[in-house]
Structures are given as C-alpha cells and as structure tokens.
C-alpha cells in the first residue's frame, strides 16, 4: 500500500483535500471504482435549465473526481458515460452528449497526461460519430504510456449486449471444433469481456437515488461493494467520494467464504 501512495504521491491529497483524505488513502482505497454518473437532468430541471446544461456540468464532476480518484490511489476510474439504451433519448440531447467527450477530452487531457492518466474506453464504437472516436483516440494516444490512473470511459456499452457476444464466440469456437463445451469456465468468460485487462470493480457508486444496476457490467460485478447516494452526478464532490470509500473500507469482503468470522 505504502508503495502505490508514494509512486502517486500522496503530497496532493494532504494539501488539496485534507486530513480526512490523508486517513482514507492510508485505511486502503478501491483498486477498482466504478460510477453510475445518473441525475444530469433532473440537476438541470430542478433549475429551470435544459438537460444539456446538467450533462455540460457533470462533466466538471468528472473531472473533480477523476483527480482526487488519482490521487488517493485507485487503480482504475470505469465511468458509465452513455449506454446502449440512451439512444432512445431525444436527439438532440444525444447529440449533446456525443459531443462531451470531444470537449471533456480537449480541455482537460493536459491535466491527465500531468496527473499520470491513462484514458481507455469500452464499448461499441459501431454508431459513434467519428468526431467521438477522433477525441477518445488522440486522448488514448496522448496517454498509453501514463501508468497511473486508469480512467475508464464505458460509452455506447450494455453488460447483455456485452455476455452475448461473448457466448456467441464461444460457440463458434465449439461449432469449429476448437473448444469442447466442458472446458468454457468462468475465467474463459471473463478474459473475453471488454474488460478483460481490469481488475474486477471493487466497489460502484450510483448517484441519484435510482438503486439499480442498470445494464451495467453484470457480470463483473458479481462481488462488488455496492453505496448509493441520493447526491445528483454534478453535486457529487471530494467529499461524496470521501464518503463512500470511508464506507467501502468498514465493510467485510468474504466473497462466498467467512472472512473475520469465527467457524463452527
């Protein structure tokens, strides 16, 4: 632990956040965070302005938690930024939100390439505008040689979707001849997932009040530590993040076994 707090260097923490930051960093944080960002519009509706406007100020969310993310020592950021089911969304709102990658990714990739970020996306790259692609591959270029922060944008992603794929190439591969059904095992599945090179999330955080999973990463968060808040995406801040690590690191993680307690 002491060693990812100094290759981080955890001096940020001290002078930006606090010492409440300092004992969260120290008690052991979340390899792996993942986030429902839910609650852009009613953020915006509560304030008589369009959706856009809520989209438009989580992004700054993003960028607030991001950094402290990075500075507490996680591993890796998966940021739920637009699902497979949001097309159904009015069109201008989607194209709205096609467009804050660009303008995330613009604006803050210097502070990610200085904060030792590495940008990576998941998801299906098939109907995203190529303005989209362009942003999230000048950033994944920027950035592939950074080994900090992972900060993982799941765009145009559903977890369904996702598992059938998965099956389907399994069984093309049984229908070939090059794999015997009995030998598909849990880690077969799990290496074939677009998230395949992460570690599996530690803990996921919704924002909003919405206590559902959302199509999002099924599979992958078959162990993990679920908080949610009623906090709206862009009312989220360091102190939500604070909070919700504090709780994660008072709970008792047996995965199926009987971790600190005592057997009969």
């Given at each position: 632990m002491f060693n990812k707090l100094l290759k981080r260097n955890i001096e940020p923490v001290v002078v930006e956040y606090g010492e409440r930051a300092m004992a969260v960093a120290g008690a052991g944080v979340?390899?792996?965070?993942?986030?429902?960002?839910?609650?852009?519009?009613?953020?915006?509706?509560?304030?008589?302005?369009?959706?856009?406007?809520?989209?438009?100020?989580?992004?700054?969310?993003?960028?607030?938690?991001?950094?402290l993310a990075s500075h507490l020592g996680v591993?890796?950021?998966?940021?739920?930024?637009?699902?497979?089911?949001?097309?159904?969304?009015?069109?201008?709102?989607?194209?709205?939100?096609?467009?804050?990658?660009?303008?995330?990714?613009?604006?803050?990739?210097?502070?990610?390439?200085?904060?030792?970020?590495?940008?990576e996306m998941m998801g299906y790259t098939d109907n995203l505008p190529a303005h989209t692609l362009q942003a999230i591959k000048k950033a994944k270029e920027a950035t592939k040689h950074n080994d900090g922060l992972v900060l993982n944008f799941a765009l145009n992603y559903g977890s369904?979707?996702?598992?059938?794929?998965?099956?389907?190439?399994?069984?093309?591969?049984?229908?070939?001849?090059?794999?015997?059904?009995?030998?598909?095992?849990?880690?077969?599945?799990?290496?074939?997932?677009?998230?395949?090179?992460l570690p599996e999330p530690d803990l996921l955080i919704r924002t909003s009040g919405e206590v559902r999973l959302s199509n999002f990463m099924l599979w992958q968060l078959a162990y993990t530590e679920l908080w949610f808040t009623d906090t709206l995406w862009p009312d989220f801040g360091e102190d939500c993040l604070l909070e919700a690590f504090e709780v994660y690191q008072k709970r008792n993680r047996r995965f199926g076994g009987l971790k600190g307690e005592e057997v009969n």
């Open positions: 979340p390899s792996h965070v993942a986030i429902i960002m839910d609650g852009n519009g009613r953020w915006a509706k509560k304030r008589s302005m369009p959706r856009i406007a809520g989209h438009h100020e989580g992004m700054k969310t993003v960028r607030k938690i991001t950094k591993d890796v950021l998966t940021l739920y930024a637009f699902s497979t089911e949001n097309w159904k969304r009015p069109k201008m709102e989607v194209d709205f939100l096609m467009r804050l990658p660009e303008e995330f990714l613009t604006s803050f990739l210097p502070e990610l390439i200085e904060e030792n970020v590495r940008v369904r979707a996702e598992i059938v794929d998965t099956v389907k190439n399994l069984a093309a591969l049984v229908k070939a001849g090059e794999l015997d059904p009995s030998e598909i095992s849990e880690e077969m599945i799990t290496s074939r997932l677009m998230t395949s090179a």
